[in-house]
């Protein structure tokens, strides 16, 4: 490896360590020694076992489940940091937490991942790596350097791959007609929307309509985020009915909580393609699933940022 990366140090909490041992061999680098633990009380303990003084230091950390202890984590590791005169800290975030509270949009509500964004900056991070955020808006929460990558690139080149004659690309909702036409634009394939309502503050949804013409065709099926699957089977059950044949699903954060996985399987769709920006277990992981490894990207990024190249020109 080049010396470039001499001063680069990369750090792993306890939530997705794979995930940074990926990165670290994309690169060639060695993954940095800290030690992290719990005491009795719960209260958690962090140090780094090598010198960070005046080095590049990247703190990889996805903001899932426990979610509320993996945020912890990850400012404690910022401040140690800082407090180890590193000089310059990343937190780097496959997936970020709370991006579905990105507006006051009822009566005596928060806005969530502002507040997450603001303890982040508090905690004393320099520079921000995530990829696909739930809202646009969130980059706008950070007042230091977010750069956000896109799964788009590494999942359109899987479906590249393979022969997509005959499909249509499906947003979930309105809200995801970007998302899903910025993939069909890059497979050169028509679009169509599921109209949606959210049933109150719960994770219930009702299939309206489908906008665009899917009769007769298969489809592609896409959305950012994977929580219940609920989105994803009611849109699988209206687009059956609108005579939609072979139906593929993809998402970029496989959170698969609670009935998901069930739901899911008993869909009964051609494939289920995710990004692995979120730990996917053994037992989370049905036989017509296929993951797209993003490592590789963030490893780039981060090569990028260390280096003082532009992080947009890995996608232009």
Do not use: W
Not at 267 to 281: L, Q, Y
Request: charged content about 20%.
């Amino acid at each position: 490896m080049t010396n470039e990366l001499v001063d680069l140090a990369i750090f792993s909490g306890r939530t997705y360590p794979a995930f940074a041992e990926a990165i670290c061999a994309h690169l060639g680098k060695k993954q940095g020694e800290a030690d992290i633990f719990e005491f009795a009380n719960e209260n958690i303990f962090v140090r780094y076992q090598e010198n960070i003084r005046s080095r590049d230091v990247f703190l990889v950390q996805p903001l899932v489940r426990p979610v509320s202890t993996s945020i912890v984590e990850l400012l404690i590791m910022i401040d140690a940091a800082r407090r180890a005169s590193a000089g310059r800290i990343t937190a780097v975030i496959p997936y970020y937490a709370y991006g579905r509270s990105d507006k006051k949009d009822q009566p005596r509500v928060p806005i969530s991942g502002r507040l997450l964004a603001n303890l982040i900056e508090t905690a004393g991070a320099d520079r921000v790596i995530t990829m696909n955020l739930h809202a646009g808006q969130i980059q706008g929460f950070f007042n230091i350097p977010l750069d956000e990558l896109n799964g788009l690139y590494p999942m359109s080149a899987y479906f590249a791959s393979r022969d997509m004659t005959g499909y249509t690309v499906v947003a979930t909702d309105v809200g995801g007609e970007k998302l899903s036409r910025d993939m069909a634009s890059r497979l050169d394939l028509p679009l169509a929307i599921v109209e949606k309502r959210r049933l109150g503050n719960t994770d219930n949804v009702q299939a309206l309509n489908v906008i665009g013409d899917v009769d007769g065709r298969n489809a592609l099926l896409i959305d950012d985020e994977i929580l219940t699957a609920g989105t994803m089977v009611e849109a699988v059950g209206i687009l059956r009915e609108k005579g939609a044949r072979e139906i593929v699903l993809a998402g970029y954060h496989a959170i698969l909580g609670g009935p998901a996985v069930q739901r899911l399987r008993d869909a009964s769709v051609h494939e289920i393609v995710f990004t692995d920006t979120v730990p996917i277990p053994a037992d989370k992981r049905l036989p017509n699933m296929k993951i797209i490894p993003t490592a590789p990207v963030f490893g780039d990024a981060i090569q990028r940022i260390h280096t003082g190249q532009s992080v947009g020109a890995l996608f232009q």
